[in-house]
């Protein structure tokens, strides 16, 4: 998503937001998550952005392990209504 929703937490210049990357119950573990994210920050690298901005359920700790080999780590705490 450009722009990102979460800028104000970052003190990005010009980030980009993933928005909602997920794998079917069953094919989790198989790549499919890895090629969708080399993709994405190949898509932010070269519209320039200089950051990629994400949101991940708090209890989704799966997730939140997926993104951190990528680099990622918590910037704020948000609350969805």
Same mark, same amino acid.
């Given at each position: 998503r *450009?722009?990102s929703n979460?800028?104000? $937490?970052?003190n %990005?210049?010009?980030?980009l937001?993933l928005? =909602? #990357?997920?794998a079917?119950p !069953? $094919? /989790?573990?198989? @790549?499919?998550g890895? =090629? +969708?994210?080399?993709?994405a +920050?190949?898509? %932010?690298r070269?519209?320039? $952005?200089?950051?990629? +901005? #994400?949101s991940? *359920? %708090?209890e989704n700790? !799966? ?5 951190q080999?990528? @680099?990622?780590?918590?910037i704020?705490d948000? /609350?969805?209504?």
């Amino acid at each position: 998503r *450009y722009p990102s929703n979460y800028r104000q $937490h970052s003190n %990005a210049r010009d980030p980009l937001e993933l928005g =909602q #990357l997920y794998a079917l119950p !069953g $094919h /989790t573990g198989s @790549g499919i998550g890895a =090629q +969708l994210m080399d993709w994405a +920050l190949e898509q %932010a690298r070269e519209g320039g $952005h200089d950051a990629v +901005l #994400l949101s991940v *359920y %708090a209890e989704n700790y !799966g997730a939140q392990r997926f993104y951190q080999r990528y @680099g990622f780590s918590k910037i704020a705490d948000i /609350t969805f209504q």
